[in-house]
């Protein structure tokens, strides 16, 4: 059992993810009947969390980014507040530290808002996990972690989404996702040459559109569709899946302009999947973007707003980066990264 009184500072970050194609297909019960299917890929903008001891007894949960404080006194109950760092550390505490609560403080930042599509609340719930894990040496893989980041957020808080992100953030690169029955999943790291990550990083470009409020009640429609067997739903969601196959088979070889097609093909079958998935802001960036050199976007995310992505031939990254802005949007290039969390001590 861990009393925290020779506990470090403990550092973790978890990436963020780009949804490449197949999203939606990890919802339940989809991929429960059916087989999900992801390809994504991890940025460059990450969930941060610091666990640092403390000598007062107390318990302190900060989100510097979003400028909220919690603070438990010794013995008072963690019923409150933030709630993805309140339910990773109870769930951490009870599971592997007997319940025997450990004073800390637990600071948070993360590099992309709430609701952006990127799986940021997946990536800060990892990101936390991992952390907590390393605070109390608990036996945990990378499969384990995204499995309990999963499990907390989905079940334990009860906030709507799939399980790619959670998986994605553990692992990092680029990942084809199998999403199966009785809650397995396959992570099938894909190998592609260096030539081949280079062109699709510098084929990207992302543009916030919006912070998303709309994505816990699209996610609660796709479902909803699912589960009344709605043809419309279940013909968009086996088209993702297609989608996902053919883009992971594209993405070996480096073709981006079929690529680009599957996405523009994706893009259709999501906003299939529910109503709200678009909004006239996407609508009037994606109208900017194919005047100005994209080949194709599509919502990251559940959609509702939060970040777009396009494909675009690198010669033209900075017409369409600099047209996205000047309509409203914050658009930039994107930067792969290999590592999935990872977590560090520090005095």
């Not at 084929?203 to 559109?209: L, T």
């Amino acid at each position: 059992m861990t009393t925290g009184k020779d506990i470090r500072k403990i550092r973790a970050r978890a990436p963020l993810r780009l949804g490449l194609a197949g999203g939606g297909t990890d919802l339940s019960p989809y991929c429960e009947q059916f087989g999900g299917a992801i390809l994504n890929v991890t940025v460059g903008r990450y969930a941060f969390a610091s666990i640092l001891p403390r000598d007062d007894g107390r318990v302190v949960f900060e989100a510097d980014d979003i400028g909220e404080q919690d603070v438990f006194e010794e013995g008072s109950p963690i019923n409150e507040g933030l709630m993805l760092h309140r339910a990773v550390y109870k769930r951490l505490i009870d599971q592997f530290n007997d319940g025997v609560r450990i004073p800390l403080t637990i600071r948070t930042t993360v590099d992309a808002p709430a609701g952006s599509g990127l799986g940021s609340s997946s990536a800060l719930v990892v990101a936390l996990v991992d952390g907590m894990r390393e605070v109390l040496g608990a036996p945990l893989g990378q499969y384990d972690v995204a499995h309990l980041a999963w499990e907390i957020e989905r079940v334990d808080v009860g906030l709507s989404g799939g399980r790619q992100d959670q998986y994605a953030a553990a692992f990092g690169g680029v990942n084809f996702i199998e999403f199966l029955a009785n809650d397995r999943v396959i992570v099938n790291p894909l190998r592609i040459s260096e030539a081949i990550s280079r062109e699709l990083e510098s084929s990207i470009v992302i543009c916030f559109s919006g912070r998303s409020r709309q994505s816990a009640a699209i996610i609660d429609r796709q479902t909803s569709g699912l589960r009344t067997a709605s043809t419309a739903t279940l013909d968009a969601m086996h088209q993702l899946k297609a989608d996902a196959i053919a883009m992971k088979q594209a993405l070996t070889v480096g073709n981006i302009d079929v690529m680009a097609d599957i996405l523009g093909r994706s893009w259709k079958a999501k906003q299939a999947t529910a109503s709200g998935v678009s909004t006239d802001t996407i609508d009037r960036l994606f109208e900017t973007a194919h005047a100005n050199g994209a080949l194709a976007g599509k919502v990251s995310g559940a959609g509702g707003g939060g970040f777009a992505f396009f494909f675009v031939h690198p010669e033209h990254r900075f017409r369409l980066i600099e047209a996205l802005n000047a309509a409203g949007g914050q658009a930039s290039p994107v930067q792969f990264t290999p590592h999935g969390s990872e977590v560090w001590r520090f005095r």
